[in-house]
């Protein structure tokens, strides 16, 4: 349990701190708007995926569940690639 905590939060930190630094990066006027929908947006996903997974899972079963999330995390993965 411990490992588990310390490795969660170890690679939550890795991927989380540089997406802050890249919008900080990235705009120079409105900062601090940026900064509060990027911290809200993780905050809203920390709250919508789990009820979609609890709910996908009942419905669909653990395959359909994984490929749904795949497909939908797919689209997001090429939107941002394509600069939308």
């Given at each position: 349990?411990?490992?588990?905590?310390?490795?969660?939060?170890?690679?939550?930190?890795?991927l989380?701190t540089?997406?802050?630094?890249?919008?900080?990066?990235?705009?120079?006027?409105?900062?601090?708007?940026?900064?509060?929908?990027?911290?809200?947006?993780?905050?809203?996903?920390?709250?919508?995926?789990?009820?979609?997974?609890?709910?996908?899972?009942?419905?669909?079963g653990?395959?359909?569940?994984?490929?749904?999330?795949?497909?939908?995390?797919h689209?997001i993965?090429?939107?941002?690639?394509?600069?939308?």
């Open positions: 349990m411990l490992t588990q905590g310390l490795l969660v939060g170890l690679g939550n930190s890795l989380f540089p997406c802050l630094m890249c919008v900080t990066l990235a705009f120079q006027k409105r900062r601090g708007i940026a900064l509060g929908l990027t911290v809200s947006g993780s905050s809203l996903g920390g709250v919508v995926w789990p009820i979609l997974l609890d709910n996908l899972l009942k419905d669909k653990f395959g359909w569940t994984f490929r749904i999330t795949v497909s939908i995390e689209e993965w090429d939107r941002n690639q394509a600069g939308y």
